[in-house]
């Protein structure tokens, strides 16, 4: 039986791990090649209109801006990438955090892809895996990296905590 504390912390170290993996990659691809990434206000900002019944939008970018929508979506950021962590760990068990290795992290970095594609993007108005954006392959493109890069960063946070629970 898996013990629950254990899932949550792993969870929260895995995760955030992971999130902050991801988004050095996203500072990195910025400053060498201006590449542009989700603002996350964005995520704050249609959070926010949930308060309102409204869960989606012709376009976030039009839509009002929130109080606080930037903090809100830093924090709905961590917290997806610590549910994400939570699912692998839930699949794989607690003994995966103990050994792990890569081909779970891949699969789980990969397959959430499929949150931005057929979630977040048509919510936002971007159509379904940015169909309406003006060049819908680099988007994908652009989400099926960075979830990759999210799914090597659940390897690599988990193997330092392996490393420290040794």
Known sequence: MM???ELIIFSLIIGSGATIIMDIFAVINK???NVQSLDYA???RWIG???HGKFSHQ???QAAPIKGERAIGW???YLIGISFAFLLLLIWGIQWAYHPTFGPAIIIGIVTTA???FLMQPAFGFGIAA???PNPTLARTRSLKTHTVYGIGLYLAALLLSILLK
């Open 31 to 33: 400053r060498l090649f």
């Open 49 to 51: 209109h949930f308060q």
């Open 3 to 5: 013990n629950i504390t």
């Open 59 to 61: 376009t976030i970018l």
């Open 131 to 133: 169909s309406k954006t």
């Open 115 to 117: 949150a931005p594609w």
């Open 75 to 77: 924090i709905a950021h």
């Open 42 to 44: 964005l995520l704050g």
